[in-house]
C-alpha cells in the first residue's frame, strides 16, 4: 500500500494503473462505513485509491474542524487489510495553496436541507471533491447514501461539468439497533447513543406508513416529527420528505420519495435517510 501526500506522488502512482480506478473519498477516522465502499471498489476495479483529508472549507466557524475526530495510524492499518493500493493523505496547504480562490457551486439542490443549516458546506464539499477528481482521475467514485444530499450534489456537478467518471452510491451501512455509522458518532455519551436510535425508528416508522398505503407527505413528516419529539434528548432541525433528484418537498407520495432529517442529540448533529418507493 503506497502513501502519496502530495499531487505528484498521487499522479505517479495513478499513471502505473491503465485500468480501471476506484475511488473513495474520506475525512478518516474510518469505520465499516467506509470501508464497504472499498469493498465495492475493490471488487470493480484493479486499482484502489482511498483519500484521507479533513477538509475545512466544508466546515462553519461554529462546527467540529479542530475536534473532528482522528487517527491515522489506526486507518491505514484498516485500509491495509482491505488491500487499498494508494492512500491520498495531502495537507491542508498542498490542496489549498495561498491565494487559491478558485470554488466550485452546485446551485439549488443545495439550497434545501443541509445546504439551508449548513451555509457554504456544499460550496466546500464540491469543490474538494472536484479537486480529488482532477488529482486521482478515477473511473469510478464511491459515496455513501446515508449523505444523500451529498451524493445528489456530486452526481449533478460530474453530470454538469462533463466530468469523465461515474459516481456510485452505495447502500447506508448500519449498527445493529439501526443507527448509521458516522465517524460523528464517537461524540455520543452512552444515554446520547441510546437516544440516537430515535433517528431510525422515524424513518421505519416513515417506511411502515408508506407500505400502508399512506400517500401524504405532511402526515408522514408528522408522525416522524412526533416520535423523535418524544425523545427528550433529540432536538430536531428538519425533518422532510422530498423529490430525490430536487430534493423539493412533496404533498403527495406518487413516486419515489426521500425521507431524510438532522437531528442533535445532545451537542452531536446527526442525519440519516431511506427512500421510499
Not at 115 to 120: A, L, Y
Not at 147 to 173: E, F, G, R, S
Amino acid at each position: 500500500m503506497k502513501i502519496a501526500n502530495t499531487f505528484a506522488q498521487m499522479k505517479a502512482a495513478r499513471a502505473k494503473s491503465p485500468g480501471l480506478v476506484g475511488f473513495v473519498a474520506t475525512m478518516g477516522y474510518l469505520h465499516e462505513g467506509h470501508l464497504s465502499l472499498v469493498k465495492l471498489a475493490r471488487a470493480e476495479n484493479s486499482l484502489v485509491v482511498v483519500s484521507i483529508f479533513v477538509n475545512p472549507t466544508q466546515f462553519g466557524p461554529s462546527e467540529d474542524f479542530k475536534s473532528y475526530p482522528r487517527d491515522t495510524e489506526r486507518d491505514l492499518a484498516m485500509l491495509k487489510k482491505e488491500k487499498t493500493d494508494v492512500v491520498f493523505m495531502p495537507s491542508v496547504e498542498e490542496m489549498y495553496p495561498p491565494r487559491s480562490n478558485s470554488w466550485v457551486v452546485v446551485e439549488k439542490v443545495t439550497d434545501r436541507l443541509e445546504g439551508s443549516f449548513r451555509p457554504g458546506h456544499f460550496k466546500g464539499v464540491a469543490t474538494v471533491v472536484a479537486k480529488l477528481f482532477n488529482i486521482v482521475e478515477p473511473t469510478n467514485a464511491y459515496f455513501g447514501q446515508k449523505d444523500a444530499q451529498q451524493v445528489l450534489v456530486i452526481k449533478k456537478m460530474v453530470a454538469d461539468l462533463n466530468m469523465n467518471l461515474k459516481v456510485i452510491a452505495a447502500p447506508t451501512v448500519r449498527e445493529s439497533d439501526g443507527l448509521a455509522m458516522s465517524s460523528r458518532n464517537v461524540y455520543l455519551n452512552p444515554q446520547e447513543r441510546r437516544a440516537a436510535t430515535v433517528l431510525f425508528k422515524a424513518l421505519k416508522l416513515a417506511k411502515t406508513l408508506r407500505g400502508k398505503g399512506e400517500s401524504s407527505a405532511e402526515m408522514l413528516r408528522q408522525k416522524m416529527t412526533s416520535l423523535i419529539s418524544g425523545e427528550p434528548l433529540a432536538k430536531i432541525e428538519y425533518v422532510s420528505i422530498a423529490d430525490p433528484e430536487t430534493l423539493e418537498e412533496i404533498t403527495t407520495i406518487d413516486r419515489p420519495a426521500l425521507a431524510s432529517m438532522a437531528v442533535r442529540i445532545g451537542k452531536t448533529r446527526l442525519i440519516d435517510n431511506i427512500l421510499l418507493e
